[in-house]
T-cell receptor
Framework: DGGITQSPKYLFRKEGQNVTLSCEQN?????MYWYRQDPGQGLRLIYY???????QKGDIAEGYSVSREKKESFPLTVTSAQKNPTAFYLC?????????????FGSGTRLTVV | GESVGLHLPTLSVQEGDNSIINCAYS??????FIWYKQESGKGPQFIID?????DKRQGQRVTVLLNKTVKHLSLQIAATQPGDSAVYFC????????????FGAGTQVVVTP
C-alpha cells in the first residue's frame, strides 16, 4: 500500500543537539512539506519542496534545515538554533498540480526537549 | 495576511446527535477546500472536499456546505459516534497558490454518551 512514513514516532533532544526527523513516501508525489503543530494552533509551514534538489522556506523556517536528494525522501533537521523545538511535526506530500486531492499526511513525530 | 479560522475551539456533542463545525475564510481567491480529521497523536486524515463551483457535497455521514457569499464553510456529521471525537481542520487552497494549503486552528469535537 502507498503511504507516507515518519520516524521516529517519539524523539527526545538535549539542549544544543541537532536531531533529524525522517519522512519517506511511496506515492510518487512531487511535493513534500513539513509542518509544526503546537497545542491550540493551526499547522505552520516550516519548509516545502516541489521537486528534487529544490526546497523553499515556509513561515517558520528559522532553526530548521531540510534536503530533497530523492523524490521519496524529505528529512527535517531541527538544529540547536531552534530555541523552542518541542512540538508535534507533520510531514505531508501531494501531487504538484491542482488535481485537488490535497495532502497525504504522515503519522507525525513528537519532539521533546529534555 | 489572509487566513482560515474556526468559530468554536471545542464542540461537545451527544452521541447520536448531528455535529456542525464551522470555518470562516477570508481569501476570495480560494477555490478548493478540504476538511481533515485528526485523532490524538496521529496525522490528519482527509474527510471530504469541495470546489468553489459547488455549494454542497455529501459523503458517508458527512456533508460539507460552502457559502461563497459570506466566505463560510461548514462540516456536518450525522449521527455522531464516539469514534468521531477528534480535532477537525478546514484547509483552503487559493487559485494564486500552486499547492500550499492554509489551515485553520481546528475544532475539538467531544462526543459524550
Amino acid at each position: 500500500d502507498g503511504g507516507i512514513t515518519q520516524s521516529p514516532k517519539y524523539l527526545f533532544r538535549k539542549e544544543g543537539q541537532n536531531v533529524t526527523l525522517s519522512c519517506e513516501q511511496n506515492l510518487n508525489h512531487d511535493a513534500m512539506y513539513w509542518y509544526r503543530q503546537d497545542p491550540g494552533q493551526g499547522l505552520r509551514l516550516i519548509y516545502y519542496s516541489q521537486i528534487v534538489n529544490d526546497f523553499q522556506k515556509g513561515d517558520i523556517a528559522e532553526g530548521y534545515s531540510v534536503s530533497r536528494e530523492k523524490k521519496e525522501s524529505f528529512p527535517l533537521t531541527v538544529t540547536s538554533a531552534q530555541k523552542n523545538p518541542t512540538a508535534f511535526y507533520l510531514c505531508a506530500s501531494s501531487m504538484f498540480d491542482r488535481t485537488g486531492y490535497g495532502y497525504t499526511f504522515g503519522s507525525g513525530t513528537r519532539l521533546t526537549v529534555v | 495576511g489572509e487566513s482560515v479560522g474556526l468559530h468554536l475551539p471545542t464542540l461537545s456533542v451527544q452521541e447520536g446527535d448531528n455535529s456542525i463545525i464551522n470555518c470562516a475564510y477570508s481569501n476570495s481567491a480560494s477555490d478548493y477546500f478540504i476538511w481533515y480529521k485528526q485523532e490524538s497523536g496521529k496525522g490528519p486524515q482527509f474527510i471530504i472536499d469541495i470546489r468553489s463551483n459547488m455549494d454542497k457535497r455529501q459523503g458517508q455521514r458527512v456533508t460539507v456546505l460552502l457559502n461563497k457569499t459570506v466566505k463560510h464553510l461548514s462540516l456536518q456529521i450525522a449521527a455522531t459516534q464516539p469514534g468521531d471525537s477528534a480535532v477537525y481542520f478546514c484547509a483552503e487552497l487559493g487559485t494564486d497558490s500552486w499547492g500550499k494549503f492554509q489551515f485553520g486552528a481546528g475544532t475539538q469535537v467531544v462526543v459524550t454518551p
